[in-house]
């Protein structure tokens, strides 16, 4: 089944240790989100790629870094997380056809603790 | 600039009861797209629908229906005959055109719904 792919599903990290989370699809779409979610909250999102072209959202701190090495992966690096980025991370994808929207499919999400 | 507003943040109902979720949303884009997902504990999150801007029929899918009206900028959402298995937050959310094809959604801050058997 096509789908979007989200390792590990749980990640523990200690406080200013680096940390790699991973996001894969099987649905060659072109764009790919990086969502955070904390406790009880909506949603934020972080940055997306579309294609090649990296999209930051002003607000996201500069801890926060990504890689899309192919249009099947892309990656989240914190470098050093702080107590305060615990939370879940989702990642998503959609088709960019210019002037159609297309939805966007959510992975499983990352619970990252940091200790 | 988006905004989705949730105003209920908690509702709790007992089996087999109607429930309705409301969201009103606010843009200038006059091209949008209006959606809901659910987020069960597992935390995936599950797309329920999605509403353009030029379609106000309200639509109906099994226990689910959505009645979306422009002239109060509302997308709410009836869970008929409610199950416990519909307990989960729901977010509204809204999506315009950012540019070059990649549309963003602005979430609401969810409905966390409780159904008690």
């Known amino acids: 089944d096509a789908m979007v792919i989200q390792n590990p599903r749980y990640q523990v990290t200690q406080f200013g240790k680096p940390v790699t989370l991973s996001c894969s699809q099987t649905l060659n779409h072109n764009v790919m989100y990086w969502y955070q979610q904390k406790s009880s909250q909506a949603p934020k999102l972080l940055f997306h790629y579309y294609d090649k072209d990296f999209n930051n959202e002003a607000d996201t701190p500069d801890n926060f870094q990504s890689r899309r090495p192919n249009t099947s992966f892309c990656f989240l690096d914190i470098r050093s997380p702080g107590l305060g980025d615990a939370a879940m991370y989702l990642c998503a994808t959609s088709r960019g056809t210019s002037g159609t929207y297309n939805e966007q499919f959510f992975g499983p999400g990352t619970r990252l603790t940091v200790l | ?117």
């Open chain 2, 1 to 117: 600039a988006q905004k989705v507003t949730q105003a209920q943040t908690e509702i709790s109902v007992v089996e087999k009861e109607d429930v309705t979720l409301d969201c009103v949303y606010e843009t200038r884009d006059t091209t949008y797209y209006l959606f809901w997902y659910k987020q069960p504990p597992s935390g995936e999150l599950v797309f329920l629908i999605r509403r353009n801007s030029f379609d106000e029929q309200n639509e109906i899918s099994g226990r689910y229906s959505w009645n979306f009206q422009k002239s109060t900028s509302s997308f709410n959402f009836t869970i008929t005959a409610s199950q416990v298995v519909d307990s989960a937050v729901y977010f509204c959310a809204l999506s315009a055109d950012s540019g070059a094809g990649s549309y963003q959604l602005t979430f609401g801050k969810g409905t966390k719904l409780s159904v008690i058997p």
